[in-house]
């Protein structure tokens, strides 16, 4: 029989607008997903996360259950709009109780709190401004996990940036099937950058306010292979794993973008940035 080691922690994880909803209560503003699920046709059958599983009413139980199910540690994200619903400027206290709430409760129930700042709800305020297609989206995010921070980092000792950066950049910026339904391969690569910049951010501003936090990363890795030995599958296969796997795990890791997509950022790197990006990382 297989056996755990005894400080291995069984977890459960959740995404904020997956289950939240009161997407009109206490201040909170309008998100990418709210808006992308509202437009006729780019979600079956018209489904919205404005009531989802009701967890910002029922929070309560759900770490009822967590207990019950005797879970160690539960990932959830918090709702940048909540906090901050135009995506800049002071936090919103109600919507910054309400994760304080949770975090105590978590804490109640012996159950520790595992922090991601983004799971893909971008304000919409600053997708009207090009979202992760403007450069200074990544210093609103800094600031946003700064006022996070202010207010759990006591509490929450472990941060993650962002969920899956790839899925969210390549589905929302390049294919356009997910919020905010942008269609580009300019936007795609600017939007990866823009990412990955702020992600950097956002580890200094965390690691500037407490160095002993534990943050890492949540990326999205599938093995890629080529479907035949001819060169062509081979290069493409190398292609989608450095679109997939690796234009963000490589700048966070390595310091620089993978050999197969160097052309593709080479314009929106500026002096600075690899060394912003290339921060430690506790883990992955």
């Avoid at 990932?75 to 909540?82: D, G, K, L, Q």
């Avoid at 700064?146 to 950066?165: I, K, M, S």
Wanted: aromatic share 10%; glycine share 8%; hydrophobic share 40%.
């Amino acid at each position: 029989m297989t056996r755990f080691p005894d400080d291995f922690l069984w977890g459960v994880s959740t995404a904020s607008y997956q289950i939240e909803g009161a997407v009109r209560e206490d201040g909170r503003g309008t998100s990418i997903w709210d808006t992308f699920s509202h437009t006729p046709g780019r979600v079956a059958n018209g489904d919205t996360g404005d009531v989802a599983c009701d967890h910002y009413h029922r929070y309560r139980e759900d770490i009822a259950l967590m207990a019950e199910l005797g879970v160690d540690a539960y990932r959830f994200s918090t709702a940048w709009p909540r906090i901050q619903p135009s995506g800049r400027g002071a936090p919103n206290g109600p919507g910054l109780d309400f994760y304080e709430r949770l975090v105590d409760g978590l804490l109640d129930a012996g159950i520790q709190p595992w922090l991601c700042l983004y799971h893909w709800d971008l304000p919409q305020s600053l997708e009207d401004r090009e979202g992760w297609r403007n450069r200074d989206t990544a210093h609103r995010f800094a600031e946003y996990a700064f006022h996070v921070h202010a207010r759990l980092g006591d509490r929450v000792r472990h941060f993650v940036p962002f969920n899956e950066p790839a899925v969210f950049t390549i589905l929302g910026y390049g294919e356009g099937i997910h919020a905010p339904g942008v269609r580009s391969r300019e936007a795609l690569f600017e939007a990866m950058h823009h990412v990955n910049l702020a992600h950097g951010e956002a580890v200094r501003v965390l690691r500037g306010e407490d160095d002993t936090l534990s943050i890492g990363a949540i990326n999205a890795l599938n093995p890629l292979h080529p479907v035949t030995d001819d060169e062509r599958d081979i290069q493409a296969a190398d292609y989608a794993d450095a679109l997939n796997n690796r234009a963000h795990a490589d700048p966070m890791f390595l310091g620089h973008y993978p050999a197969p997509l160097a052309r593709e950022f080479a314009n929106l790197i500026e002096p600075d940035d690899m060394g912003i990006i290339h921060q430690r990382l506790d883990f992955f």
